[in-house]
């Protein structure tokens, strides 16, 4: 770490904002938008694009950037606590954002049964960047939006520490998220990117220009989000903001479940196109992507942007079949 990124964040400074962040960082922004040549759509009319958050920064990929940067910029150094499964992308950023900007970080995560073992490498790369571990029962994980239970979790918390949501998805994360948008603004029709809280689909489509369309696929099972993604928007923008859908066929069953013909997919994909794609988010995307294009759902003419919001798991690879249950 370079001194100056140290003196960025000095706790309560209160001058830190996404610039210091982007100057302490250097994310690759606006991310990569690539052509690919697939069949599946050329044959159509489609044109197809890969919009490659992946490439923002080894650490904060993806998502995890817009979503991140804004609420770190408001914690301006201050210790944060936040939540996640076992397996949390979000927890893993937030743990590298913490290493790299020197600010305290805490992970509450999800299952007390968890504390007895030794750390998977997903946990043990979060502890490795200094981040401390809290281990919960999955009541307590559930009741974590409680005033009472928050206030227990805060207690043993350094003072002045900074809540952010599990998965990152607050107001703060979906304005961050307007950026994708406007990156996209006049180079695609439809806008497709996997949803788990919805976060970023809200903030993507109200970035958005007129006559552009942001298409979610929902990883998790139970058609909740809908109403989750216009609550999201309601808070972050005051009401609904831009044109959004989402298409609920292609969870497999669940968060972070799979099936036969998702990994034969993927990996035919990644053949095709040099790209190697997370199962549990950008897997399920694709899929959805091409079958929409094969049923018809896309005028010729039409071009298509993929949003890759992470790659496999540096850590871990592809974990498929893990399935804890909760998002980020
Ligand atoms: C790779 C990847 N894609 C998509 C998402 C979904 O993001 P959101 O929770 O904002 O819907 C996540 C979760 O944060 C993710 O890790």
Redesign the pocket.
Known sequence: MTGSRRTLYEPHNGRVNVHDLAAALEPRLPSPLRPADDDRFSRRGLRLLLKRD?LIHPDL????WR?LAPNLAGAAGRPVLTFGGAYS??LRATAAAGRLLGFPTIGVVRGDELAGRPLNASLARCAADGMRLVFVDRATYRAKGDPEVLAGLLRDAPEGTVVVPE???NEA?VRG?TALGRELRGRADVVA???????????LAAGLGPGQRAL?IP?LKGGFLEGEIRALQERAFGGRAGEWGLDDRFHFGGYARGAPGLTAFAEDFEARHGLAV?R???AK?LYALVTQAEEGAFAPGTTVAA?V???PDPVDGNKEGVADGS??
């Open positions: 992946d990929v993806g998502n995890k979503k992308n979000h998965g990152g998805s994360a998220c990117v996997a949803c788990g809280t919805g976060g970023t689909l809200a903030g979610g990883v997370e549990v988010y950008v995307m949003v919001t992470g790659g998002t980020g």
